[in-house]
């Protein structure tokens, strides 16, 4: 009596698939299963698919993914031990049995990381729609922030894994269908921005500043990373005392500087002026940025001057 044909076992499959079996309709056991370690059992309620595989093969009892796996790797063993030797170099060299090179991946193949920002009416299922319409171009949305909200419309922030930066342009095209959305904003970014996390660490940073000269600096570092910023500065009793990044002017004072947000800093007669040309600041990141400024002003009362 021939011995059963045992498919082969999958070493660390045992805890997902503890029972797996094959069941040959037509093979040499009859209605016999065999188990992953090679025990024999009669079969109970087998239900053999229909169809056939290169090489014999068909029916399975309880189909298993793994099982599944393990028969098409060996169906695909059997096709390529047919195939002559050259051609099979010529497939693994990325060519076609008729020789014609296959596409290589080009740098617009890689995926990208881009932060979006839109507006979307608030009516109920909008924020879904647009969601949908980046779901479908292969687009996998990892993070949400709400930066504003207003009784027509609310202003949202996507951090998006693209699979492919051509379809930047097209991504923006989806989501502007959805009626009354807009694209405000769309970047490439290496990381994604945490808002709540990086005030965290400006925070820290500021409780280790060992005078006020020195803390007003780390304000205006921090803030210019943080909102991505072209410039920050802290304006103290009309002078300037701390500034980061280009281009700030002598006096960086509200309104005179487009798109820039302030904060008052009381308790030592500052002001933090954060400018960022093009992209406004919207309101949950102008309540940030006087957090920090309270953060500050608390800290700028227990320490000297520089």
Do not use: Y
Not at 132 to 146: N, Y
Not at 264 to 275: E, K, N, Q, R, Y
């Amino acid at each position: 009596m021939n011995s059963p044909r045992l498919l082969p076992r999958i070493p660390g499959d045992d805890e997902k698939h503890p029972f797996e079996v094959k069941h040959l309709e037509d093979g040499p056991c009859g209605n016999q299963v065999t188990h992953m370690h090679g025990i024999e059992r009669p079969a109970q309620q087998t239900q053999p698919l229909r169809g056939r595989c290169p090489g014999g093969s068909r029916g399975f009892g309880v189909h298993s993914r793994s099982v599944r796996d393990a028969t098409v790797s060996d169906c695909r063993r059997r096709i390529m031990s047919a195939v002559p030797s050259s051609a099979r170099r010529a497939l693994r060299g990325g060519r076609t049995l008729s020789g014609v090179q296959q596409p290589q991946r080009s740098e617009t193949d890689a995926e990208i990381h881009l932060v979006v920002r839109v507006w979307i009416p608030d009516r109920p299922g909008a924020l879904g729609l647009v969601a949908s319409r980046i779901g479908a171009l292969g687009a996998d949305i990892v993070g949400l922030d709400v930066l504003e909200r207003t009784e027509a419309a609310a202003v949202d922030e996507f951090a998006i894994v693209l699979p492919r930066g051509d379809l930047e342009v097209l991504l923006v095209r989806e989501i502007e269908q959805v009626d009354g959305a807009s694209v405000e904003e769309c970047r490439e970014v290496r990381e994604f921005p945490d808002a709540r996390t990086d005030a965290l660490v400006s925070a820290e940073r500021l409780c280790t500043a060992p005078d006020r000269a020195a803390l007003l600096q780390e304000l205006a570092d921090d803030l210019r990373a943080e909102f991505e910023a072209d410039w920050t500065a802290v304006v103290r009793s009309g002078r300037l005392v701390a500034r980061s990044g280009t281009g700030v002017p002598e006096k960086p004072e509200l309104p005179a500087v487009p798109d820039a947000a302030s904060a008052v800093i009381p308790g030592i007669d500052a002001t933090l002026v954060a400018s960022r040309a093009g992209r406004p600041f919207r309101v949950r990141e102008v309540r940030q940025l006087l957090a920090l400024a309270r953060i500050t002003d608390l800290l700028a009362a227990r320490l000297p001057e520089a």
